[in-house]
């Protein structure tokens, strides 16, 4: 069974371009997270989805960042327009309810020049 | 505000030696306590633990929780190079997963 897998797995731009990237949980899994590690920090939380809807979005840092899940399959994270702080690893995870154990992919990097 | 503390942040230990890594929390609606061991990528869930003074072991891993003390401890025995890696704790409130930094580890031949 494939496991969540993110694209792109690392990304280069500059300040004041758009970036996009995706995530696909695994299969069946209606939890959506994503999350954001910048170096040195704490992975922290940006939003929770359930199926297609947003059940928290209390950890996207502005209205640059907005975050979909159509369809409640794969979800896509877009900065626009990026800034030097949003550089960091984007995670995403899933899980089939939300009170067990989280799956993640393997991250996307995003390095804003 | 909800908090989850690991230590120490890093630690270098040689083969064979035995480390001990901590987690303490200050989260309200407290439900679980997971670890994590994420090498050059994703993350893979070593434990969840629920109740207190309930250890949970995978051969040489093995962890404990003491909710009185509001932290939990990960063990691990006779150290590999291979165990190197971020040690990620997070505390499950609700429907939310609550991060700390991660211990650093890295054991050396």
Known sequence: EAGVTQFPSHSVIEKGQTVTLRCDPISGHDNLYWYRRVMGKEIKFLLHFVK??????????????????TGGTYSTLKVQPAE??????????????????????????LTVL | EDKVV???????VHEGDTVTLNCS????NFRSLLWYKQEK?????????????????????????????????????????GDSAIYLCAVIKTYKYIFGTGTRLKVLA
Do not use: H, W
């Not at chain 1, 702080?85 to 309810?97: I, K, N, R, T």
């Not at chain 2, 690991?6 to 270098?12: A, R, T």
């Not at chain 2, 929390?25 to 309200?28: C, H, R």
């Open chain 2, 41 to 81: 990528k994703a993350p893979t869930f070593l434990f969840m633990l629920t109740s207190s003074g309930i250890e949970k072991k995978s051969g040489r891993l093995s962890s404990i929780l003491d909710k009185k003390e509001l932290s939990s401890i990960l063990n691990i025995t006779a150290t590999q190079t």
């Open chain 2, 25 to 28: 929390y200050e989260v309200t």
């Open chain 1, 52 to 69: 297609e809807s947003k059940q928290d979005e209390s950890g996207m840092p502005n209205n640059r960042f907005l975050a979909e899940r």
């Open chain 1, 84 to 109: 030097l702080e949003d550089s960091g690893v984007y995670f995403c995870a899933s899980s089939q309810d939300n009170t067990g154990e989280l799956f993640f992919g393997e991250g996307s990097r």
């Open chain 2, 6 to 12: 690991q230590s120490p942040l890093s630690l270098v």
